[in-house]
Nanobody, 125 residues
Framework: QVQLVESGGGSVQAGGSLRLSCAASESIERMYHMAWFRQVPGKEREGVAAINSSGGRTYYRDSVKGRFTISQDNAKNTLYLQMTSLKTDDTAMYYC???????????????????WGQGTQVTVS
């Protein structure tokens, strides 16, 4: 059972920046994909950014391209999401997720992810 613990959320003004972290209980090099999702109450959870853990290929939803950067530190077993130029629409609970197996689906689709963190709240005002 892989445990994922997010941190780094908080309140920030529009235009500001935050960096989210996700600490994994096992080597993230064992994961096929790792990703960040977000959810607003009353709406479906949506994929924000994903990374192929071995090759480093990254994927972003259109609304965050050029503003968010996903990265990983294998030595620390930690996934990051650097968020800049934050907008009020970025307000959400952000979740870290890990997939152990490859999938034919786009890495921003949540059904392929086996493990989830508890979430960290990001509020942009």
């Amino acid at each position: 059972q892989v445990q994922l613990v997010e941190s780094g959320g908080g309140s920030v003004q529009a235009g500001g920046s935050l960096r989210l972290s996700c600490a994994a209980s096992e080597s993230i090099e064992r994961m096929y994909h790792m990703a960040w999702f977000r959810q607003v109450p009353g709406k479906e959870r949506e994929g924000v950014a994903a990374i192929n853990s071995s090759g480093g290929r990254t994927y972003y939803r259109d609304s965050v391209k050029g503003r968010f950067t996903i990265s990983q530190d294998n030595a620390k077993n930690t996934l990051y999401l650097q968020m800049t130029s934050l907008k009020t629409d970025d307000t959400a609970m952000y979740y870290c997720a890990a997939a152990l197996q490859p999938s034919d689906e786009c890495p921003l689709i949540e059904s392929q992810y086996h493990y989830w963190g508890q979430g960290t709240q990001v509020t942009v005002s």
